[in-house]
């Protein structure tokens, strides 16, 4: 036996019959909406920043800038299969993140009458590669869905085609119930690493739940707050709310306590009272033997609160402050990575369950 699929056919990934099959580009049919990319509607890239921004942000930051985390494709359809076919700019080869989160996509649905999208499947392919063809969904009759395709997570995505069946239709999907967007800007915990498919981002978690857009600027080792990111952020439309979760990476470089308070009254030049939440990052398993460590992680978190208090103190009183030790939970809380640092689904799950109830409350005020 050479591989698993000869024993498992589980393991398989499902060979598409493309004659059953109109392939679509969301890019160029108006009934997709495609979301969480900040400037999408201006550029039409799968690209997480304006493709000329190259001279404005550090190399690392651009070339993260096209791995799509926190995109998704939405649209209604009634169709049975939903198939894609994908190329990726290149393919897989972290240590510790499944291939199925760096270079896949997750399909999500929700059918008329029910409050909540439901996972159906992620895509399968069978070795490394940068193109493939995955089944996605698969029905034994027709029903009236909403669908959400989380893009990949840690690579350029070239090109995406959404196949449905020739006598299926497709259709804009509902207004989110949260008009305006989320921005999150952050490290690589941001970004999904290390989630074993798409939708297990906090990110897109949180998408689902709140029924709104959140644009995901999470950069893998390159979350330093420069000022630059702030203007950036002030490009993209109708932000409701800034998250600033960039501790992991900022506070070991020393840019968070050079930058955050630059960072906090750039945004405020334009939103001047949108909520901003500062979050710390969450407790890392290999930190508990190192003196040094704490002793730094505590530094960073008093700097942090202090920020957010001196900001109440001056009067800006939409500024909020979350620690980031309760991410995990109480419970068996150093389960919830892959590494010490980086979360697993568990851990985004849980980081979700925190954040939910605060965003909420944030939104309503």
Not at 20 to 33: A, E, I, M, R, T
Not at 35 to 40: A, H, K, R, S, T
Not at 295 to 304: G, N, P, T, V
Request: glycine fraction near 8%; hydrophobic fraction near 35%.
């Amino acid at each position: 036996m050479a591989k698993i699929e000869e024993v498992d056919v589980n393991m398989k990934a499902k060979e598409v019959d493309p004659n059953l099959q109109v392939y679509h580009d969301p890019k160029k049919n108006s009934h997709f909406s495609i979301e969480g990319l900040g400037y999408f509607d201006k550029e039409k890239e799968y690209f997480r920043l304006p493709k000329n921004c190259k001279d404005k942000v550090t190399e690392a930051v651009y070339w993260l800038a096209g791995q799509p985390a926190g995109g998704q494709i939405r649209f209604r359809t009634n169709a049975k299969r939903i198939t894609v076919k994908i190329k990726n700019l290149g393919d897989y080869q972290m240590c510790h993140m499944a291939a199925t989160g760096q270079q896949g996509v997750d399909l999500y649905y929700k059918l008329k009458g029910q409050k909540k999208y439901t996972f159906f499947t992620c895509a399968k392919f069978a070795e490394p590669t940068t193109e493939f063809e995955s089944i996605m969904f698969d029905a034994d009759k027709k029903e009236d869905k909403e669908i959400i395709i989380n893009l990949p997570l840690y690579e350029g995505l070239q090109e995406i085609l959404i196949g449905i069946d020739q006598d299926a239709y497709i259709h804009k999907p509902k207004k989110h119930k949260h008009e305006g967007k989320i921005v999150i800007y952050g490290t690589s915990i941001t970004q999904g690493g290390c989630a074993s498919r798409p939708g297990m981002a906090y990110s897109n978690i949180l998408s689902r739940r709140l029924d709104m857009e959140i644009i995901n600027l999470g950069f893998s080792g390159s979350g330093l707050g420069e000022p630059e990111l702030a203007h950036l952020i002030n490009e993209i439309d109708n932000v409701k709310m800034l998250v600033l979760d960039y501790d992991a990476n900022g506070g070991a470089t020393g840019d968070l306590i050079k930058n955050m308070d630059n960072f906090i009254d750039i945004f405020r030049s334009k939103h001047p009272t949108e909520p901003i939440l500062v979050v710390t990052k969450p407790p890392f398993s290999n930190y508990v033997f190192k003196q040094e460590e704490i002793a730094h992680r505590q530094k960073l978190f008093d700097f942090q609160y202090n920020v957010v208090l001196r900001h109440q103190n001056n009067g800006d009183k939409n500024i909020s402050f979350l620690d980031g030790n309760t991410l995990f939970g109480k419970i068996d809380l150093y389960e919830s990575t892959v590494d010490g640092l980086h979360p697993t689904d568990l851990g985004f799950y849980r980081m979700a369950n925190v954040f939910y109830p605060i965003l909420k409350k944030l939104l309503k005020k």
